[in-house]
């Protein structure tokens, strides 16, 4: 049983468009809900947490929104460039010291310019 | 700057064989984790450990072993490789304080034949 689910597997936006990832998740324990970011050959990069007190993030162009009834969460990616063609992954845990993290299967994002 | 190295990059092997997956990390983190990557799964833990002398199962432990003899090492062992454990392995270090952010390596990709 998959934990944490995101969708689209995979999505195609212009450069300058909003790309919307998004994610949910099964635990109601989980409270921590970090977003990290891969390019091909290279090993995933924290992006952006949010913990489940918050119901929005902002960093830069990169927005969590968080619903903590629904068990859901996205990541906007404002005025979309071509670098940030990469994978996303959702991921969750609890929010205490050794708490391991759960995985969703990613979303490949394509950015066309 | 933190940084965690994996070796080797990429290995092939054959079923029945040993294969150990090295991870140093210079980032003075207690924790570490291996994972493997497949498509559609995102990133699934296999075993991590709190510290040096430490090992706890993840997820998916069957068939892999780990060792931590040191704060900086922690390595992953195949003791009888099959086909299915085909896969990119990724090691990550993090802290038990702030952020619980999660830093990995770059990969190793294992064909076993």
């Known amino acids: 049983q998959q934990q944490v689910r995101q969708s689209p597997q995979s999505l195609t936006v212009w450069e300058g468009e909003t790309a919307i990832l998004n994610c949910s998740y099964e635990n109601s324990a989980f409270d921590y809900f970090p977003w990290y970011q891969q390019f091909p050959g290279e090993g995933p990069a924290l992006l952006i947490s949010?913990?489940?007190?918050?119901n929005k993030k902002e960093d830069g162009r990169f927005t969590i929104f968080f619903n903590k009834r629904e068990k859901k969460l996205s990541l906007h990616i404002a005025d979309s460039q071509p670098g940030d063609s990469a994978t996303y992954f959702c991921a969750a845990s609890k929010n205490n010291a050794g708490a391991k993290l759960t995985f969703g299967g990613g979303t490949r994002l394509t950015v066309r310019p | 700057e933190a940084a965690v190295t994996q070796s080797p990059r990429n290995k092939v092997a054959v079923t029945g064989g040993k294969v150990t997956l090295s991870c140093n990390q210079t980032?003075?983190?207690?924790?570490m984790y291996w994972y493997r990557q497949d498509t559609g799964h995102g990133l699934r833990l296999i075993h991590y450990?709190?510290?040096?002398?430490?090992?706890e199962k993840g997820d998916i432990p069957d068939g892999y072993k780990a060792s931590r003899p040191s704060q900086e090492n922690f390595s992953l062992i195949l003791e009888l490789a099959t086909p299915s454990q085909t896969s990119v392995y990724f090691c990550a270090s993090g802290d038990v304080w702030g952020s619980y952010e999660q830093y990995f390596g770059p990969g190793t990709r294992l064909t076993v034949l």
């Open positions: 980032n003075n983190h207690n924790n």
């Open positions: 450990s709190y510290g040096a002398g430490s090992t």
């Open positions: 949010i913990l489940s007190v918050s």
